[in-house]
């Protein structure tokens, strides 16, 4: 199985700010990466697609990139209803892993 | 608008099988891969499998051996169940709507906690 690795685990920010998580994957998935953005008691949301297409109605404070092993989710101006967990999603082979999430919360 | 609604008991006994159904409204079942997800509590998302409607199948093979998911076209739904339950199993599950074979999710079910204990 690919494995999926984000860092950080957590982070501490506040409104306006840049945020950047990262995710590895263990072998190339080209471009194959998803983000999905998890609110407390609810289900996972898609964010981006195939690396940097962003999902339709998502706001567009929120980019991906990468490819290969390497990708970055990016949220260019933190907004209150951003506090959440996102997670990283290979879709390249079954079983397509989630990585272990990264929870934004306020600083 | 695509909705889909899982459905089944909230509690299970060790041993037994588990058995949710999801409901899909808005829009027909046909040409999408229909997936199972789940979620212990405080923890992430581990993929249990698909089902394309057409009737084929794929699995994670840490489940596999205990995970069968099934359609009914006709009722618009799909169906898990997972064998020889313990309390490792206790999640809250999802079911949700696939673009393609490789696990790409567009649509999610509100989710609904399964605890296994006796």
């Known amino acids: 199985d690919i494995q999926m690795t984000q860092s950080p685990s957590s982070l501490s920010a506040s409104v306006g700010d840049r945020v950047t998580i990262t995710c590895r994957a263990s072998?190339?998935?080209?471009?194959?990466l998803n983000w999905y953005q998890q609110k407390p008691g609810k289900a996972p949301n898609l964010l981006i697609y195939a690396a940097s297409s962003l999902q339709s109605g998502v706001p567009s404070r929120f980019s991906g990139s990468g490819s290969g092993t390497d990708f970055t989710l990016s949220i260019s101006s933190l907004q209150p209803e951003d506090f959440a967990v996102y997670y990283c999603q290979q879709s390249y082979s079954a079983p397509p892993i989630f990585g272990g999430g990264t929870k934004v919360e306020i600083k | 608008q695509v909705q889909l609604q899982e459905s089944g008991p909230g509690l299970v006994k060790p041993s037994e099988t588990l058995s949710l159904t999801c409901t899909v409204s808005g829009g027909s079942i046909s040409s999408y891969y229909w997936s199972w997800i789940r979620q212990p509590p405080g923890k992430g998302l581990e993929w249990i499998g698909y089902?394309?409607?057409?009737?084929?199948?794929n699995y994670n093979p840490s489940l596999k051996s205990r995970v069968t998911i099934s359609v009914d076209a006709s009722k618009n739904q799909f169906s898990l169940k997972l064998s020889s339950v313990t309390p490792a199993d206790t999640a809250v599950y999802y079911c949700?709507?696939?673009?393609?074979?490789?696990?790409?999710?567009?649509?999610w079910g509100q989710g609904t906690l399964v605890t296994v204990s006796s």
């Open positions: 072998q190339s998935i080209s471009r194959y």
């Open positions: 089902i394309y409607y057409s009737g084929s199948t």
């Open positions: 949700a709507r696939g673009l393609g074979t490789g696990g790409l999710i567009d649509y």
